[in-house]
């Protein structure tokens, strides 16, 4: 494993109690930091937390309610001191249909959670970063949020808007030593699998020519550098995690 330095620094890690955050989590915690694990699942988030150490906390946080991520983000602050780095994963995958027999109320959960919590997510931390003139911010979008998947365009939407936000508010950010950039994976097998069909998992295995689906570890490891110091220059920037799928 490739030594980052993130010692002294605090950071936020959505949806960290299982997957790909969770990965991200104690990858952060083992290059030094502090980290506040914000999630849905109280149970779950006390539970991960408490298996990372006393270098991990949590916080029951639902991130379609802006006014209880800006309290997530308050508590985060009295507690560590200040939020220098926020790595925005929590999202759900939602039904598997086309747009024609797509629920309408489905399609604005997917939006709400995927879109919306990362919108108010970024929020809540920027005013903090902002003052203390340093912040590492990573959103986890997707690579369907580049090529769109079938049968899943509320997720695939969702995921581009991510893409889309990040690019706005790293321009936004770009003189106050903020970076705001986005990683797009292809699928790693986490419970997110669990609200999928096998149909359209076959369908995601067949597009990577890795021929195999990201390991939560490896995404883990590129985050890690994104929100270290020495990404002192790069902001606005989608780096994929595809195993060969991206064609752009």
Known sequence: MNEIDLKGRNAVVTGGAQGIGRAVA????????????????????????????????????EQTDFDAVRDAARQT???????????????????NATVADYPVEEWRRIIDIN???VFHCCK????????????????????????GNPNAAAYSASKAGVIALTKSLGK????????????????ARTRIFDQMSQQHIDYMLSRIP???????????????????????????????LSGGRATY
């Open 26 to 61: 104690e990858r952060l915690i083992a290059s030094g930091a502090r980290v506040a694990i914000w999630d849905r699942d109280d149970t779950l988030a006390r539970t991960s937390a408490a298996e990372m150490g006393v270098q991990a906390m949590s916080i029951a946080v």
């Open 210 to 240: 890795r021929g195999r689906f990201l390991e939560v570890g490896e995404a883990a490891a590129m985050i890690a550098w994104l929100v270290s110091a020495e990404n002192a220059f790069t902001t606005g920037a989608v780096f994929d």
């Open 77 to 95: 602050e009295e507690a560590l001191g200040g939020i220098d780095i926020l790595v925005a994963n929590a999202g759900i995958a939602g039904a």
């Open 172 to 187: 936004e950010l770009a003189d106050q030593n903020i970076a705001v950039n986005c990683v797009t994976p292809a699928a």
């Open 124 to 147: 809540a931390v920027v005013p903090g970063m902002a003052e203390r003139g340093y912040g590492r911010i990573v959103n986890v979008a997707s690579i369907a949020g580049k090529e």
């Open 115 to 117: 879109l919306t919590g």
